[in-house]
C-alpha cells in the first residue's frame, strides 16, 4: 500500500478561541493518538500530527498549515453509567474503579466508564442501577502527566 500525503496537517492550534472553519469528530481513542489520518466532518482528508501524550478534548482547537481551523468534536461511545444520591455507595463505585485503572467520567452524582459488561455486574453487586447510554466520552485526566488515559503512560520515578 502507499503512501499519501494527508491533504491537511493539523497541529495545536497556539491561539484561544480561533473561529473553527470545520468540525472533527473523534472518540476517545482517536483523541488520544498523536499521529492519526482522519475524516474531517465535512469529508476532506487530514491528518494529525501532535506531540506524543496530547490528549484532545471536546471543544479544542487545531490549525492546519495553511490557518484552517478544526474545532474537535467528543463523538458519542458506547457507555455504562452509574447514577446515585448516596455519597458513599458513589464513593465506593469510584475506589473499585479506579483500582482497576478505569477511565472515569466524573459528574455530580454520577460515573460513566466504556461499557463492561464485568464491570457492570460488579456495579450491580454493589447494590447500583448501570444504564447503557450512547454519549460523548471525557474521563478524569491522570493525576500525574495532567492528559495520562491509562495506568501505562504514567511515569513512576525513582
Keep these: 500500500m502507499s503512501h499519501i500525503e494527508p491533504l491537511i496537517r493539523f497541529t495545536r492550534a497556539t491561539r484561544a478561541s480561533i473561529p473553527a472553519d470545520v468540525t472533527l469528530t473523534l472518540t476517545l481513542e482517536q483523541r ?3 499521529r492519526l489520518r482522519v475524516l474531517l466532518d465535512d469529508g476532506r482528508e487530514a491528518g494529525l500530527f501532535l506531540p506524543r501524550g496530547s490528549v ?3 471543544g479544542d482547537e487545531l490549525i492546519a498549515e495553511d490557518g484552517l481551523v478544526a474545532r474537535i468534536i467528543a463523538a458519542p461511545e458506547p457507555l455504562s453509567r452509574i447514577t446515585t444520591t448516596d455519597a458513599k455507595l458513589l ?3 469510584a ?3 479506579g483500582n482497576r485503572h478505569v477511565p472515569l467520567q466524573i459528574e455530580p452524582g454520577c460515573l460513566s466508564y466504556r461499557h463492561d459488561q464485568v464491570l457492570d455486574d460488579l456495579l450491580r453487586g454493589l447494590g447500583l442501577t448501570v444504564t447503557l ?5 471525557e474521563p478524569e485526566a491522570g493525576a500525574y502527566s495532567g492528559h495520562a488515559m491509562d495506568h ?4 513512576h520515578g525513582g
Design 133 to 137: 447510554i450512547d454519549a460523548p466520552f
Design 56 to 58: 484532545l478534548r471536546h
Design 152 to 155: 501505562a503512560a504514567h511515569e
Design 32 to 34: 488520544t493518538r498523536c
Design 91 to 93: 464513593a465506593r463505585a
Design 95 to 97: 475506589y473499585h474503579l
